[in-house]
C-alpha cells in the first residue's frame, strides 16, 4: 500500500494566487520528509528538506519565502507555492524516509500545479 | 561532486531483452543508491538499492552491479517486458546522520521503451 499520500494530485491556479500542496506519511512517524520538484522531461531536483516543528532547510537557488514549508506534525507537511507565476508550473513531489528501519526514500504520487 | 550522471538517454529494446543503464558519481561520501522506476504523471517508485559493501543485489527481474573502485553502478533488467517501460533514474545519498541524510541526487534518467 501507498506510504505517502499526496494532495491534491492536480491543480491549476490563477497567477499571484497561493497553493498548498499536502504531504502525509501514511505508515510511520516521519521527523523529516523532503521536497522535490520535475520538470517535464527532466530529473527530480530536491527543493528543501522539511524538519518537523522547526524551519525547512532549503536548496541552493530555493526561494524560501516563496515555497513556503511547514511541518506541523509527524505525519504532514505542506509546501505553499506564494504568488504562483506560470514558471512555477512543475511537478511537486515529497518523500519520507523510513529512516528507523530501511532508511529507504519513499516518494509520493506527485502533484501537477498548473499556473494560468 | 554533487553529480550522478546517467547514462543513456533512452534505450529501445525488445520482450525479453536485457537493457542495461549505468550512472557513475564522483562524491565518495555517498552510501546509498536507489533505482526508481517513474511512470508518466506519477512520483517514482523504488526499484531497488544498494550499499556500497556489496558488488551485486538481486530483487526478481532487477540486479544492481555496484563497482566502487571505479565509482559506478548499474541497472539490468532481467527479461524485460512491455510493462517495463517507464522512465528510470539512478539516484545517490549519504544516509549515515548528518544534515545530508536523505537528501537524494538524482542521474538524469533514462526512457526506456520495451516493445513486445
Known amino acids: 500500500g501507498a506510504v505517502v499520500s499526496q494532495h491534491p494530485s492536480r491543480v491549476i491556479c490563477k497567477s499571484g494566487t497561493s497553493v498548498k500542496i499536502e504531504c502525509r506519511s501514511l505508515d510511520f512517524q516521519a521527523t523529516t520528509m523532503f521536497w522535490y520538484r520535475q520538470f517535464p522531461k527532466q530529473s527530480l531536483m530536491l527543493m528543501a528538506t522539511?524538519?518537523?516543528?522547526?524551519?525547512?532547510?532549503?536548496e541552493q537557488g530555493v526561494e524560501k519565502d516563496k515555497f513556503l514549508i511547514n511541518h506541523a506534525s509527524l505525519t504532514l507537511s505542506t509546501l505553499t507555492v506564494t504568488s504562483a507565476h506560470p514558471e512555477d508550473s512543475s511537478f511537486y513531489i515529497c518523500s519520507v524516509s523510513d529512516r528507523v528501519m530501511t532508511g529507504e526514500l519513499f516518494f509520493g504520487e506527485g502533484s501537477r500545479l498548473t499556473v494560468l | 561532486q554533487q553529480q550522478v550522471k546517467q547514462s543513456p538517454q533512452s534505450l529501445i529494446v525488445q520482450k525479453g531483452g536485457i537493457p542495461i543503464i549505468n550512472c557513475a558519481y564522483e562524491?565518495?561520501?555517498?552510501?546509498?543508491f536507489p533505482w526508481y522506476q517513474q511512470f508518466p504523471g506519477k512520483g517514482p517508485a523504488l526499484l531497488i538499492a544498494?550499499?556500497?559493501?556489496?558488488s551485486e543485489k538481486k530483487e526478481g527481474r532487477f540486479t544492481i552491479s555496484f563497482n566502487k573502485s571505479a565509482k559506478q553502478f548499474s541497472l539490468h533488467i532481467m527479461d524485460s517486458q512491455p510493462g517495463d517501460s517507464a522512465t528510470y533514474f539512478c539516484a545517490a545519498s549519504i544516509s549515515a546522520g548528518g544534515t545530508s541524510y536523505g537528501k537524494l541526487t538524482f542521474g538524469q534518467g533514462t526512457i526506456l521503451t520495451v516493445h513486445p
Open positions: 522539511s524538519n518537523e516543528g522547526s524551519k525547512a532547510t532549503y
Open positions: 544498494i550499499r556500497p559493501d556489496v
Open positions: 562524491n565518495t561520501a555517498f552510501d546509498y
